[in-house]
């Protein structure tokens, strides 16, 4: 099965893109799907990833730099990017990193998180119960396609969506937190 909850909302994460955007950072890029899309743009990309696997099997596209790394250990240029985006990648760092992330966009600049959380409320119990039969059609519908042979590894969240919010307001004032259908969240942060 090749439907990819991450990959279904690139579309909504390059809406957030600004407009004459020019360099973007994509944190844990797996196989880099998304950091080609935004180089697709015209977009220079440096996409990182802490798995060897997956920065050995991302497809070579102009305008993506890959390269093997921790967000938590790199040194991140001040007031650099025009955009950074951590699909499903935050939930494996300590959240606190939104705050350096933050720093390294230039003044107008955007973070977008497309993030995973740990379902605790009723709200999420019946988000996800709406979730799966949708998201059995569109497995079944991508059935035939063949997916990519290294996928990222895997953590569970540990964070509640409320916790994300918390977390969020307090580090991020500003920024807008809002629950997606599969699962996920979308972040969105542009620095002042």
Known sequence: MTFDHNDHYHPLLLRHLPAGAATALDVGCGTGLFARRLAARGVVVDAIDPSPEVIEAAPRAAGVRYARADVTAMDLPEAHYDFISCLASLHHVPFETVVRLRAALVP??????????????????????????????????????????????????????????????????????????FWRYLLVSRRP
């Open 108 to 181: 107008g600049g955007v973070l977008a998180v497309l993030g995973c959380y740990r379902e605790s409320t009723a709200a999420d119990y019946l988000t996800s119960l709406a979730a799966v039969p949708v998201n059995a059609a569109a497995r079944l519908a991508l059935s035939r396609r063949s997916s990519a042979p290294v996928k990222a590894p895997v953590t569970p969240p540990v964070m509640t969506l409320g916790e994300v919010r918390e977390h969020t307001a307090r580090l991020l004032p500003g920024a807008r937190v809002r629950r997606l259908l």
